[in-house]
């Protein structure tokens, strides 16, 4: 089975395949820091792959991308260029959510993970983990709404507070952020930082994988999940 992942929620992009033969299964993967320039790199870093691993494109069995949330633009092109592809192939397409995959790395962490996206305009795309599972919902939020969700999800955990890890490129971004709130407005619990971690696309292979993908297909039909409107989309609105 030869699968490849792509992940362009940010300016890093990054893809990897998942290769079979005979002693077993190969994994390749490539980081781009891209920039604005994924449309420009993304073809060639999938093409530089395949011809190391010895493939071409037919021999694919299946393609995974995230699915959001994370860069507009991003997730357009890395969506264009997976449903692309699996028609072209073929092949089954299905995404797996972003902060899912910047969360899974820390599954072991014996506290509340919160993986992070700069979302702009004083905000940040963020979900809260536990134990490899989901706390709630992606959210669209300030660090003070984000520093209010932490809190909630510790008050089970009251008498023995829970440490939180802030991940992803944005984790020192809202770390900071949420030291700068008042004292009665922070989580009452360590916040410690697991810095910033680029190349999800070899999770997204992972979790695929785990989750039965191509034999279990799902999404052919779905698009990004942008969280938020696009600026376009919000100044057609107050048009109106």
Known sequence: MNLLAIDTATEKFSVALSSGNPAGTDTRLLTVDAGLRHSELLMDSIDILLKTAGLKPEQLSGVVCTGGP???TGLRIGFALAKGLALALDIPF?????LDCMARPFSFWPGI???VIDAKKGAFFC??????????PDMDASPAEIAAAITNALLPAAHSPLPILLVGPAA????EKIKELPAE???ASDIKLGGPRWGDAQTLLEIAIEKNFPENKSGFFAGPEYIRKSDAELSAASRK
């Open 127 to 136: 979900a809260l983990f536990r134990d490899g599972g989901r706390l709630g």
């Open 94 to 98: 299905t995404a797996i959510p972003t």
């Open 185 to 187: 407005k922070q989580p």
């Open 172 to 175: 020192q971004m809202l770390y």
């Open 70 to 72: 994370g860069s507009f």
């Open 113 to 115: 993970v919160a993986p």
